[in-house]
């Protein structure tokens, strides 16, 4: 746990702008992570973005709800998110992903340095490094993007080469021009913007598609491409091994059919671009690849394509891979919990049962067993108003944890599911969750039968919804994830071991019958108490101070 607390600050300043009093960047994150000279006058066309997951009757969150403050506590004298630079296992990175399970938390500020082990975290530099690679070209899919921030990330040495964003900004909005004006700056990025057919969506998928000259990795993550989401949240990624490139468009692909899943995926952008990438990646040998990929594409999905997206997806594969083996007369399988851990939570519908405990809890209790097919125990985890003024950000640690008071209000049965945010085994108690993840344990918290790590929060849009008699399911957004299923990271394994010791939380593939993992949050976990209440970007904080001494605004 971090020695830093809130009554024995370190503070430093925020970083000057580079660009100074000249400065044209129109991305109000830019305006939260750097101070300007007095008298700047910020663009008119700098706006708030928002990462809700909007629903059709919710209204829009800013990213933040005030400025930044000025001062930002913090225990370390270093920058920290470079620590996985000179981590022990910073050569080998590579090679240990064809070992690993590939899963790791993002690097933070302001927590000790051992939470920053580079045995089981990284940066946004790290991925990029020459040491992963040979980089000939990248695609970034996301929500949102600094794109100035995000070419000093890539090494000098592959700051020209062809970067392709895709990003769901419409031409017209304030987003997508401000998009625009920043990319034109680099002559080697081409934006594609995704197609949102269904009104409230959004393109949320966070993935990276790193092409070298020999082969490939696909990285998906939780991270908005702007500096505030690698500095101080609980952001999670998967790093893929390396796919090797072949001269054949039927290279193999593994048994979970991961290359499969992300061609089928790619093409339902219905972009040529994507057409063209998803077609070159036939080429790669992906057999290797351990994770099934669970994603969601906007649409009325029926037929054959109803269960290759959303919810309906994470059903089919847990249906076919999923084992109760472990489950016994004084465990049964029923009573194996679920666990769901966002950063969002939309409109669930009027009682538990409309959505949250009806069909998706169907699919998160996969397989069903016992005559009645008893449904799983259901324990959510989503920060509440003490978990966000207390964090290292303050109260601007809330801008990444979009609820509405008015949507909170209306459903209120949720609060019985509420857990607090707890981590004070990975170093990140204080910092706010942009993960998200949901997994199936064992009552006495020591296995996990199954894990996705997803962009996917707690919303109808990101896992869709059944219609017409559940003939068809919609999908308002685009998302993906990873599934880990023990299975596929040792022949005949029926659960993970959870581990706690966060120098090893890695897969024993070699060493033992069950593989290991390590959940970002701590077990048991924590039910809100008669005071908690789940925080809301626009509810009342009225006598409320942060760990700043600052009140809301």
Not at 57 to 65: E, T
Request: net charge neutral; with cysteine; aromatic share 8%.
């Amino acid at each position: 746990m971090s020695s830093r607390t809130s009554d024995t600050p370190d503070i430093i300043e925020l970083p000057h702008c580079p660009y100074g009093s000249s400065c044209y960047r129109l991305n109000s994150q830019h305006f939260m992570d750097y101070v300007h000279p007095e008298g700047h006058k910020r663009p008119a066309a700098a706006v708030d973005s928002d990462p809700v997951e909007a629903s059709s009757n919710s209204k829009a969150s800013p990213r933040s709800p005030g400025r930044q403050a000025k001062k930002l506590k913090r225990s370390l004298g270093d920058d920290s998110s470079s620590s996985f630079l000179s981590g022990k296992n910073d050569s080998n990175l590579s090679a240990n992903l064809c070992e690993s399970i590939g899963l790791y938390l993002t690097t933070a500020r302001g927590i000790d340095a051992h939470f920053n082990d580079a045995a089981w975290t990284c940066d946004f530099k790290k991925i990029l490094a020459p040491e992963m690679g040979n980089l000939q070209t990248s695609v970034q899919f996301n929500y949102m993007f600094d794109i100035p921030w995000i070419m000093e990330q890539y090494p000098e040495e592959f700051r020209t080469k062809p970067l392709m964003i895709v990003h769901g900004d419409r031409s017209a909005s304030a987003g997508g021009q401000a998009l625009r004006q920043e990319a034109l700056l680099f002559p080697n990025i081409t934006l594609a913007q995704a197609p949102l057919p269904i009104a409230y969506g959004t393109h949320h998928t966070k993935m990276m598609l790193l092409s070298y000259d020999v082969g490939m990795r696909v990285v998906i993550h939780t991270s908005n491409l702007i500096p505030g989401d690698w500095h101080m949240k609980t952001q999670g990624m998967w790093i893929s091994p390396l796919f090797l490139k072949t001269d054949s468009p039927t290279a193999p692909d593994s048994e979970t059919h991961f290359k499969a899943d992300l061609i089928e995926y790619l093409r339902t952008y219905n972009m040529s671009t994507l057409t063209k990438l998803s077609d070159s990646i036939r080429h790669y040998d992906m057999s290797c690849a351990r994770v099934c990929l669970v994603a969601s594409s906007p649409g009325r999905h029926t037929g054959p394509t109803k269960t290759q997206f959303g919810h309906l997806k994470l059903r089919s594969l847990l249906a076919k891979h999923c084992s109760t083996t472990d489950s016994t007369d004084q465990e049964p399988w029923h009573e194996w919990p679920v666990i769901g851990q966002f950063s969002s939570i939309g409109s669930l519908g009027p009682t538990a049962d409309s959505w949250l405990t009806g069909e998706l809890l169907e699919t998160l209790s996969t397989p069903l067993t016992g005559p009645l097919g008893r449904r799983a125990p259901l324990n959510l985890i989503f920060p509440t108003v003490d978990n966000v003024r207390l964090s290292l950000e303050g109260w601007a640690g809330g801008g990444s944890l979009p609820y509405s008071e008015a949507t909170a209000l209306k459903q209120q049965y949720l609060n019985k599911f509420l857990h607090v945010w707890k981590s004070e085994e990975k170093g990140r108690n204080n910092c706010m969750p942009h993960v998200k993840t949901y997994a199936r344990v064992s009552p006495d918290l020591t296995r996990c039968s199954w894990f996705l790590m997803t962009s996917a929060n707690m919303s109808k849009a990101a896992w869709g919804a059944m219609e017409k008699a559940s003939s068809q399911v919609m999908i308002r957004s685009y998302e993906i994830g990873v599934l880990l299923l023990p299975k596929f990271h040792h022949p005949g394994a029926a659960t993970f071991s959870i581990s706690h010791d966060c120098n090893s939380p890695v897969a024993q593939n070699n060493c033992s019958a069950r593989p290991s993992l390590f959940l970002p949050y701590d077990l048991p976990l924590k039910e809100y108490s008669q005071t908690d209440r789940p925080w809301t970007w626009d509810g009342s904080m009225a006598g409320l101070k942060d760990r700043f001494g600052k009140c809301r605004r």
